[in-house]
């Protein structure tokens, strides 16, 4: 292999990993998008054929039928409303199929049961797989900061939805 061979073949290689991280971060604005449009078909269609996510004091599901269930069943009548930002992503591509990323997330939402806006913040551990082509999340762990109400902050009280 001569050396201008293996230059090319090592920028074809930055620029597919460059590629797969903005694909990753993409996938994971649309997946925040999706939440708070809550269009079921739409957040499904940023997870993996068989995934898993847990959501802490939201629970754990294990199966893409749980998720599904808990993102069309569970949240919409206690969470009718969320905003979601995103902060300071970090992504690793660790293989052609493989990566993981993390996320500081803040939401502002609306607690229908006890008629509350809301403040939520927290960090988002994933793993992605490359499926067909297309990066989706294949598990993830949300862990919260804190839960609280607007008008409380997360000095004066750190409250649980359950």
Same mark, same amino acid.
């Given at each position: 292999?001569?050396?201008?061979?293996?230059?090319?073949?090592?920028?074809?290689?930055?620029?597919? *990993? /460059?590629? +797969?991280?903005?694909?990753?971060?993409? @996938?994971?604005?649309?997946?925040? %998008?999706?939440?708070?449009?809550? *269009? /079921?078909? +739409?957040?499904?269609?940023?997870?993996? @054929?068989?995934?898993?996510?847990? %959501?802490?004091?939201?629970?754990?599901?294990?199966?893409?039928?749980?998720?599904?269930?808990?993102?069309?069943?569970?949240?919409?009548?206690?969470?009718?409303?969320?905003?979601?930002?995103?902060?300071?992503?970090?992504?690793?591509?660790?293989?052609?199929?493989?990566?993981?990323?993390?996320?500081?997330?803040?939401?502002?939402?609306?607690?229908?049961?006890?008629?509350?806006?809301?403040?939520?913040?927290?960090?988002?551990?994933?793993?992605?797989?490359?499926?067909?082509?297309?990066?989706?999340?294949?598990?993830?762990?949300?862990?919260?900061?804190?839960?609280?109400?607007?008008?409380?902050?997360?000095?004066?009280?750190?409250?649980?939805?359950?």
């Amino acid at each position: 292999m001569t050396k201008e061979t293996e230059q090319l073949k090592n920028l074809e290689q930055r620029m597919r *990993v /460059l590629e +797969d991280v903005e694909a990753i971060r993409k @996938l994971k604005a649309r997946y925040a %998008y999706a939440i708070d449009s809550q *269009v /079921l078909k +739409d957040i499904m269609n940023n997870f993996a @054929l068989e995934c898993s996510a847990d %959501y802490g004091p939201f629970g754990n599901y294990k199966t893409r039928s749980e998720v599904e269930h808990f993102f069309g069943v569970t949240i919409p009548p206690d969470l009718p409303f969320t905003l979601h930002w995103l902060h300071n992503g970090i992504i690793d591509v660790n293989s052609e199929i493989t990566a993981t990323g993390q996320w500081y997330f803040t939401a502002a939402g609306t607690h229908k049961p006890t008629n509350r806006a809301i403040w939520m913040a927290g960090k988002y551990n994933d793993d992605f797989i490359k499926e067909n082509d297309e990066w989706k999340i294949k598990k993830m762990l949300c862990t919260f900061f804190y839960i609280t109400a607007y008008e409380e902050g997360w000095v004066k009280e750190k409250m649980t939805l359950k």
